[in-house]
């Protein structure tokens, strides 16, 4: 009994072309577009109960509002992780040079990174800004009686 009335809502809701009802369509009838739906529906004449679908057609939804209180947090940890490592990379490489052959420190540090998934452009950048030149900054200080201080150190 459902199923009919179903089927009889979904013929009722099958749109009027030229090929199925012989002639062209009024501008207040229904072709199953959300904005003719609105106007005049088809279904409010029929004598049985029918399944009313634009109201589906009409209706969107945002999938980003749901996801990014999920992603957010995920991807600020990550920026986290990956920051800690890109510093490390960083001490390693200004310890013992480069090449992770010769650098243990460095060779552990880059077996971390990958195994929780780090991009090589981050590394490659972390190791890229570890080998720039430095400069170097000097500071001086005069203390009580006379006393001259002096410290000189890399950035």
């Known amino acids: 009994m ?3 009335a179903v ?21 207040g009838e229904c072709v199953l577009f959300p904005a003719s739906c609105v106007l005049y529906p088809p279904w409010r004449s029929s004598p049985a109960r029918s399944l009313q679908v634009c109201s589906a057609l009409c209706a ?3 999938k980003w509002s749901k996801v990014k209180h999920i992603k957010g ?20 490489v200004k310890e013992a040079g480069t090449n992770p052959g010769m650098n243990v ?7 971390q990174c990958r195994s929780k998934n780090m991009p090589k452009t981050s ?10 030149p430095g400069s170097q900054l000097t500071y001086e200080a005069r203390g009580p009686g006379g006393v001259h201080a002096a410290h000189r150190g890399a950035d």
């Open 60 to 62: 969107g939804h945002n």
């Open 123 to 132: 590394i490659e950048a972390a190791i890229k800004t570890a080998t720039k």
């Open 73 to 92: 947090p995920k991807d600020m940890a990550r920026c986290k992780m990956f920051m800690k490592f890109a510093l490390l990379i960083k001490v390693a």
């Open 2 to 4: 459902a199923g009919a």
């Open 105 to 111: 420190n460095l060779a552990n540090v880059l077996e």
């Open 7 to 27: 089927l009889r809502s979904l013929r009722i809701l099958r749109p009027r072309t030229l090929a199925t009802s012989g002639r062209f369509l009024h501008p």
